[in-house]
């Protein structure tokens, strides 16, 4: 994979220590084409997506850190980073 067509997944909090890592480089695609890789990349963040086809209520998700995306559908293009963070992750 070309760096040219990748986006970089950033872990915080719960989700990092599902994961194991801080953050991990996927190949550029929709947003549930992104979970799908890191899924099968990171076991213990299986469930990201729930049956009813949305991000899983204890997980969010933002674009470079600038807003947040709920749409799977929605393509994360190359180059950005996709920042996984848990819903309680306030103080």
């Not at 915080?12 to 220590?17: A, Q």
């Not at 929709?30 to 299986?46: D, T």
């Amino acid at each position: 994979m070309s760096v040219t067509s990748e986006v970089i997944v950033e872990f915080f909090g719960v989700p990092r220590l599902r994961a194991g890592r801080s953050e991990l480089r996927v190949a550029a695609g929709s947003v549930a084409e992104v979970l799908a890789q890191v899924e099968r990349a990171c076991l213990g963040l299986v469930g990201l997506v729930g049956a009813d086809g949305r991000v899983a209520p204890h997980y969010l998700l933002s674009v470079d850190g600038q807003h947040f995306v709920t749409d799977l559908e929605a393509v994360i293009g190359t180059g950005r980073r996709l920042l996984l963070l848990s819903a309680d992750a306030g103080g």
